[in-house]
């Protein structure tokens, strides 16, 4: 009985806290819709609303690919709800690298948790990726037909190559505060439940 | 030692983390083709051994096992799970959370599917169940749309497709209805027909007295005692009570309490003079739409109408249930009343003071089937001083003590029994003030003493002034502490009766 | 008329439709074949009886489509029109893939997709674990439905004036439920042989037709046209 390898029960696990991942996006995403350019507080809100799962997700399985097949679903799901392919790279490539930062710490560690969440949150920025290649071709036709270059700059200022690195650390950066926040919330909930 | 497709070794079991063994040196045979059944309180270990025959001790469930478990001539700890699917199939107690697929055609063919079947003969056992089963009309819609007892007959037939030669029930009538449990019946009397092992783990015991060839108590992780298919069919109330088992013999009551066609034709309505007054209460699932203002109902929608009330006296201080088919506006009826459906019109008044829209739901409070959903805080004394507007931590030890939760004041709700749960949830109604309590089927699934205890603190409430609505399937609880009887109909209220409530002597002797 | 498609043509179509969006449409000829791509997946609609979607999208796109054009001919630089255009071409930008997924998730059956994942020799662990997913969106509704109306009766939806109570007091009890959930379906499920050695099969026979292969050849000629002009013109 292999206990290392995910077992069908690891899977079903991964597709629950999946889904749950999903709705978190969505409801974030539902406020993002008054103003495109909102989406920029996804790396907000998400990261930090999504780590009360996430941080309970941590303690389930403790093996390695949970992190990795979750990221393939995500990939799975954004490519055919609409949101393209590109993304798919980055998620998978943030997944893989989240798994092993956390494998190395035995799934146990806090401190290696927390940088393993961040590296995670990452997936979120593929949200922005549809817009920055609008943005893109949009200027470009701009440009196109005639317009001055100064004019589409100030049209898409926020969403450009240029900020997308800037979105990507803020990311991290609120992943990392958010596995704090997580774990709070699983502490005083489900540890003191008895469930974790 | 041979002949016998179970056999179950000196078996000690416990549970990882937890303090107590839930199973202490049982041993066990059942031979091919019985029928047997599993009773006892809860925590006497039933569960426990369902589960060590369908494998889930010790691969899913973690714990300490000592002695041996042989079924079907393998030894269970060294067959894994899968390999057991064809041999051994369980029907668990939630048709809600047993599913895997999201529509009844692919539910019913998950199993084989999993088992790596070749398509055509997946299609031709779908099918032979299909027809054994009569599940027609069933067929092609999603799973969550079924009704309760719908959806376990699915579960069954989804088991049943891996033609498996034993089965295993835990606790399946527990949210059913009584027509549920007649077709469950019907559909485990068609199985022992095919010559399968059942064995069935059990509260309720009358709607199985027929079909079972031998029956278990279990008492404290060890057997209790055994009977033969008729000692048991000839055990009375005194026995079984003393036993804290539920009776046998109580098809007769059952009949009486919801002979619904024999209330409606007597259509017999208690007046009050003194009561909660419900005025036009009507509400309709189906929206019309509208164009600038909202349609409001009357009574001459009749039809189309889910909840159809135009007045209805409930007395204060009593006890009232509300019965009734499943799906035929009983929990409408509830949700109404608390206010819930706020497209619901209706007034309510007590004392002279009316009470209409938004304002109903302050006035009552509804402890739903799972509590689970009512639990928002990481303590109980928490829970109870959510529901207070100003935060009175004397109060709330008050309350909690009367209920028997001062103990648990720093618990985390979610580590209670479900009993607890159900207390806590009371606690947080008499917190907030409540006039009216509601109650959607809150001893199903629970063994005769926790039935009781829950009838008593029904009464209990009712005597402290509230007036308590209970919708309910069990007529143990009804003749336990129900002062009146609701019945509904079609969101309607086809009569209002006095209950067959059992003399407050004999009750209290009984405890 | 049935377009009963494969749930592999049906993944085709979004990937094209993804790839055809990234590349930008300079001359009216690529921006008539742009739009004949994004009136298929509605044409589509109509055929599976969704009536209302297919008429809203086709609305929303053609409004969206008219506004880019002619406030993109004039010299308009207010600040108003600027939003408005780039809002427009934003819609203009994303309609097509959204109205081919949102077509794709309606008329696809669960068992289908899963089929189609098997027969592309995704692993079973993936295929099991996205049927979980889709399996759990409606159970995730339903218990937030029945959690907020614990939190209606307890007058406590606002989560007493505080934003983290509030997505505390929803969170916790769905999370307690989904886990609950979760472990009583794995039992039900590894009990019914999940989990195995043996390699799943399904009962959904897949099979091309003449519809899928008409619609592959659609697809791939516009991919064609829109690389073609991309790169080589």
Not at chain 1, 43 to 61: A, D, E, N, R
Not at chain 1, 77 to 90: C, K, R
Not at chain 1, 117 to 122: D, N
Not at chain 1, 160 to 179: D, M, P
Request: hydrophobic share 45%.
């Amino acid at each position: 009985m292999n206990k290392k390898r995910l077992q069908a029960k690891d899977f079903i696990t991964i597709g629950i806290f999946t889904a749950l991942l999903f709705v978190v996006e969505f409801a974030c995403g539902m406020l993002g819709f008054f103003h495109p350019y909102i989406v920029a507080s996804f790396v907000i809100m998400i990261p930090i609303v999504g780590s009360i799962p996430m941080m309970l997700f941590y303690t389930k399985i403790e093996k390695f690919g949970m992190l990795t097949i979750m990221s393939v679903l995500l990939a799975i799901i954004m490519f055919v709800m609409g949101m393209g392919y590109l993304g798919a790279p980055l998620i998978i490539l943030a997944g893989v690298i989240a798994d092993l930062i956390a494998k190395s710490g035995k799934y146990k560690s806090f401190k290696k948790t927390v940088i393993s969440y961040g590296v995670f949150c990452l997936w979120i920025c593929a949200n922005y990726f549809p817009v920055i290649v609008t943005a893109d071709s949009y200027r470009k036709d701009l440009l196109d037909g005639g317009y001055s270059a100064e004019y589409c700059d100030n049209l898409f200022r926020a969403i450009n190559y240029k900020t997308i690195g800037v979105l990507l650390v803020l990311c991290f950066v609120f992943g990392c505060i958010g596995a704090f926040i997580g774990k709070a919330v699983v502490k005083k909930h489900f540890e003191k439940a008895g469930i974790v | 030692m041979t002949g016998s497709i179970i056999d179950i070794r000196n078996v000690t079991h416990k549970y990882k983390g937890s303090g107590q063994d839930t199973l202490d040196n049982v041993s066990l045979e059942i031979k091919e083709g019985e029928t047997v059944l599993l009773c006892g309180a809860s925590g006497s270990g039933k569960t426990s051994v369902i589960r060590l025959i369908n494998g889930l001790i010790p691969h899913y469930y973690q714990g300490d096992l000592t002695g041996e478990v042989y079924v079907d001539g393998k030894d269970i700890s060294q067959t894994e799970l899968y390999e057991l699917a064809g041999v051994v199939g369980t029907v668990f107690q939630n048709p809600r959370s047993q599913f895997f697929s999201i529509d009844t055609d692919g539910e019913i063919v998950f199993g084989p599917e999993n088992i790596g079947l070749d398509p055509k003969e997946i299609t031709a056992r779908k099918d032979g169940i299909i027809e054994q089963m009569d599940l027609k009309d069933l067929m092609g819609r999603s799973l969550f749309e079924l009704s309760g007892g719908e959806k376990q007959r699915i579960a069954c037939a989804s088991v049943a497709a891996l033609l498996p030669k034993i089965m295993l029930l835990d606790e399946p009538s527990s949210n059913l209805d009584w027509e549920s449990i007649g077709t469950l019946r019907d559909i485990i009397s068609e199985w022992k027909k095919q010559g399968k092992t059942i064995i069935i783990s059990e509260h309720r015991l009358w709607y199985v007295k027929d079909l079972v060839d031998r029956v278990i108590y279990m008492e404290d992780g060890h057997i209790g005692c055994e009977w033969s298919g008729d000692e048991f069919r000839s055990l009375d109330d005194n026995d079984t009570r003393s036993l804290k088992l539920r009776p046998v013999n109580i098809q007769g009551r059952y009949e009486e309490t919801f002979d619904f066609s024999a209330k409606e034709k007597e259509n017999h309505r208690e007046e009050f003079t003194d009561g909660i007054v419900l005025k036009d209460f009507y509400f309709s699932y189906d929206k019309k739409p509208y164009l600038l203002f909202k349609k409001k109902y009357s009574e001459a929608d009749g039809e189309d109408l889910s909840l159809c009330i135009p007045e209805l006296v409930l007395p204060k201080g009593k006890v009232i249930s509300v019965i009734g088919c499943n799906g035929t506006g009983k929990t409408t009826f509830l949700r109404c009343i608390c206010g819930l459906e706020k497209d619901c019109t209706g007034t309510i008044s007590i004392d002279g003071k009316e009470y209409r829209g938004r304002r109903r739901i302050g006035l009552s409070y509804l402890v739903m089937q799972d509590v689970n959903h009512q639990l928002f805080t990481d303590s109980v004394a928490s829970e109870v001083l959510l529901s207070m507007k100003d935060k009175d931590d004397a109060r709330c030890c008050e309350i909690l003590d009367s209920l028997g939760l001062l103990k648990y004041k720093d618990t985390h709700p979610m580590a209670l029994s479900g009993g607890q749960k159900q207390r806590v949830a009371i606690a947080s109604a008499i917190a907030a003030g409540a006039e009216i309590l509601l109650f959607d089927e809150p001893t199903s699934g629970l063994d005769y003493s926790h039935m009781e205890k829950v009838g008593e603190l029904l009464h209990d409430l009712a005597s402290s002034g509230k007036t308590v609505l209970v919708s309910t399937h069990d007529p143990e609880l009804i003749e336990c502490c129900c002062d009146y009887e609701l019945y509904i109909k079609n969101g309607r209220v086809i009569s209002f009766t006095g209950s067959l409530k059992k003399p407050e002597s004999i009750r209290r002797n009984a405890i | 008329m049935t377009a009963r498609l494969d749930p592999r043509t049906k993944l085709y179509m979004i990937l094209v439709v993804s790839a055809v969006v990234m590349m930008s449409a300079t001359t009216p000829f690529l921006w008539a074949v742009r739009i004949l791509m994004t009136i298929v997946p509605i044409v589509l609609l109509i055929t599976e009886k969704h009536y209302a979607s297919a008429f809203r999208f086709l609305i929303l796109y053609a409004s969206a489509l008219v506004i880019n054009f002619t406030c993109l001919s004039e010299q308009s630089e207010g600040f108003l029109m600027a939003f408005l255009v780039g809002y427009c071409s934003i819609i203009v930008q994303f309609m097509p893939a959204m109205i081919t997924a949102w077509y794709v998730v309606r008329t696809t059956k669960i068992d289908e997709f899963v089929s189609a994942m098997q027969k592309m020799h995704v692993p079973d662990g993936i295929t099991i674990s996205l049927a979980v997913v889709m399996r759990f969106f409606p159970t995730i509704k339903e218990e937030y439905l029945a959690i907020r109306d614990a939190m209606k009766m307890r007058g406590i939806v606002l989560g007493e004036g505080n934003i983290a109570k509030m997505v505390e007091f929803r969170m916790i009890p769905l999370l307690f439920s989904c886990v609950n959930i979760g472990d009583e379906l794995s039992a039900a499920a590894i009990t019914r042989g999940l989990g195995g050695k043996v390699k799943r099969t399904s009962v959904e026979i897949l099979k091309l037709g003449i519809q899928d292969y008409l619609l592959i050849a659609l697809f791939t000629s516009v991919l064609l046209i829109f690389v073609v002009f991309k790169y080589f013109l």
